[in-house]
């Protein structure tokens, strides 16, 4: 039986993961989710407190950046505002709780839901329409709704996501393939340093859950993990390690739904924003993908470059009927929080991985910055709690490196 302490430690770890996922209306649920932040920091007060500097700073730089974006936009954002505010406390809460734990019980984590997709997945490629209905029941006792499946072929049960039959790809808890893919990445990452470098049943089931996800992005996230592997080896591993990985890279970039995937989304980008502002449907909302995005992105960015736009969203609509969607994250992180905001998140991820990587010994931190930064131009998910989680790693970690 687990102690009460654990049983706790467990529920922030699967609560922040549930947040992040974006799976239904519950984990997006800012009410829920606030509701739960307050019981768990009147709990842990004792903990917290030890903190206070750091929730004060955090929390100050971003009532600072809304204060400026509400003075521009000459409006007031609340709910911007309070998800905001939930997002990044949330996952400063999570991490400062577990301490420096917290890899272990999110590698743990991302294993249980990779065994519990690796159970499913298989008979799901079999029998779509049979898990298809399963977890669609269970999602209606459940009483969870979701607004994807009114667009798509699509459930979610919190542990699992179960969506449109064209391409099957292990979407696991969230809501699209890719993302679980990138923190399958992270976790494995997680489980090689936890691990020292030494191979282990978990990393093998992350791994071929991994694969099962069909996603580029978190297939280049993988090959970023390996580079890592590598680089922290010995000199002679590295010297006969190098160009197996080169050949790695080589057939991995030759698989049709990468390599052919990233040269048909980076070709002609401005092409494709232009004609989908022209002829997009104007009663829907247009999503642009990464490349394309990323321009849309920078064209709403350079209106107020500084500290973005904020929840200014009526900058976003065309026609007053739709409005434009990116899936660059990075992009969209940076269009929504200006210079500002994207200065200080690279400089917090810097010290973050720097300490963390220091305090295990480690080589070339930059790489978990790349790997965050890659994964995050293909899907919007830096603004999760989850993600500042890693941005505040240095705060639990003996950072020397100021």
């Given amino acids: 039986m687990l102690a009460h302490s ?22 997006q649920n800012i009410f829920i989710g606030s509701g739960i932040y307050l019981i768990l920091f009147i709990h842990h007060w004792a903990t917290l ?97 979701t607004t994807l499946s009114n667009s798509t072929l699509y459930s979610n049960i919190f542990v699992y996501t179960c969506r449109t039959p064209e391409i099957v790809r292990n979407c696991g808890f969230m809501w699209e393939p890719g993302p679980f893919g990138n923190l399958l990445a992270i976790a494995i990452l997680f489980n090689i340093i936890i691990n020292k470098l030494k191979y282990n049943k978990r990393l093998l089931i992350m791994v071929i859950a991994l694969i099962t996800t069909f996603s580029t992005t978190s297939y280049i996230a993988l090959m970023i993990v390996l580079l890592f592997y590598i680089i922290n080896q010995n ?43 022209q002829f997009g449907a104007k009663n829907a909302n247009q999503t642009l993908g990464r490349f394309a995005g990323l321009i849309y992105n920078y064209d709403i960015f350079i209106q107020n470059p500084l500290f973005g736009i904020g929840g200014n969203t009526d900058l976003l609509t065309f026609n007053r009927s739709y409005y434009f969607f990116s899936t660059n994250g990075l992009g969209t992180f940076i269009m929504t929080n200006g210079i500002m905001g994207i200065f200080a998140l690279l400089i917090m991820y810097k010290k973050s991985f720097l300490a963390f990587t220091r305090s295990y010994n480690l080589k070339f931190s930059i790489i978990l910055s790349l790997l965050i930064l890659i994964t995050s131009f293909s899907f919007v998910h830096l603004e999760t709690p989850l993600y500042f989680s890693f941005l505040f790693l240095h705060f639990v970690y003996n950072n020397d490196t100021n």
């Fill in 6 to 27: 654990q049983k706790i430690k467990y529920f922030l770890i699967y609560s922040l993961l549930i947040f992040s996922s974006r799976g239904n209306d519950i984990s």
């Fill in 235 to 277: 000199h002679k591993k590295i010297i006969l390690l190098i160009p197996i990985f080169v050949i790695i890279m080589i057939w991995v970039i030759q698989i049709d739904f990468i390599g052919n995937k990233i040269i048909t989304l980076a070709s002609e980008p401005f092409f494709k924003y232009k004609e989908t502002l």
């Fill in 49 to 145: 407190k030890s903190f206070y500097k750091e929730i004060f700073l955090v929390n100050t730089f971003l009532i600072l950046l809304f204060f400026l974006q509400s003075i521009w936009s000459n409006s007031v954002h609340f709910l911007f505002i309070l998800r905001n505010l939930f997002i990044v406390n949330y996952g400063l809460l999570v991490l400062i709780i577990l301490n420096i734990n917290f890899i272990h019980y999110y590698e743990k984590a991302i294993y249980h839901f990779a065994i519990i997709s690796l159970f499913l997945f298989p008979i799901e490629v079999i029998r779509f329409d049979l898990v298809f209905n399963i977890i669609s029941a269970l999602q209606n006792i459940l009483g969870i709704t």
